[in-house]
């Protein structure tokens, strides 16, 4: 490689970490937050430093905010991470016996990692999760993720 081009490739390298240490800067990106205000003044910025006119919209928006999601047994606790298009509970959660979509209170289900990203409903998903659509919406479930995410 030429001295230009090492050289070019280092300057590309360190504003692309300049610019993800920026970011990383602002804190959680989540929709409607601080750190998301915060990235879109600064993106904002870079583009009037470039030249461009720039604009920005508000509007009001509903959010739920997962405080905590975990799975309790015999005093041992699991983190996890709530499906988000599941009905929230209130702070005492959900409290029953585990078992297989209709046997226990908590339906246990192994899924596909496509149906994280994909939904449940999506029929490349696990057979075994497809059985908790329909009329067993309702029932608490917990699931863990198995196989390739593609």
Same mark, same amino acid.
């Given at each position: 490689?030429?001295?230009y081009?090492?050289?070019?490739?280092?300057?590309?390298?360190?504003?692309?970490?300049?610019?993800?240490?920026?970011?990383?800067?602002?804190?959680?990106?989540?929709? %409607?937050? /601080?750190? !998301?205000? $915060? *990235? =879109?003044?600064?993106?904002?910025?870079? @583009?009037?430093?470039?030249?461009?006119? &720039?604009?920005?919209e508000?509007?009001?928006?509903?959010?739920?905010?997962?405080i905590?999601?975990?799975?309790?047994?015999?005093?041992e606790?699991?983190?996890?991470?709530?499906?988000?298009n %599941?009905? /929230?509970? !209130?702070? $005492? *959660? =959900?409290?029953?016996?585990?078992?297989? @979509?209709?046997?226990?209170?908590?339906? &246990?289900?192994?899924?596909?990692?496509?149906?994280?990203?994909?939904?449940?409903?999506?029929?490349?998903?696990?057979?075994?999760?497809?059985?908790?659509?329909?009329?067993?919406?309702?029932?608490?479930?917990?699931?863990?993720? $198995? *196989?390739?995410?593609?």
């Open positions: 490689m030429s001295d081009a090492t050289a070019f490739r280092r300057d590309a390298e360190q504003q692309a970490a300049g610019r993800l240490a920026a970011r990383d800067g602002h804190g959680v990106h989540r929709t %409607a937050t /601080a750190g !998301d205000d $915060a *990235g =879109v003044r600064w993106l904002a910025a870079k @583009a009037r430093a470039l030249g461009a006119s &720039v604009s920005t508000e509007f009001a928006l509903d959010r739920l905010d997962p905590t999601t975990f799975l309790e047994i015999g005093g606790r699991i983190e996890g991470v709530p499906v988000f %599941a009905p /929230a509970t !209130d702070e $005492a *959660g =959900v409290v029953g016996r585990l078992g297989a @979509a209709g046997e226990g209170e908590i339906a &246990v289900a192994e899924l596909s990692a496509r149906a994280v990203y994909t939904g449940w409903r999506d029929p490349r998903s696990s057979p075994r999760w497809r059985p908790l659509s329909g009329d067993q919406w309702h029932q608490p479930v917990v699931s863990s993720a $198995a *196989g390739p995410l593609a």
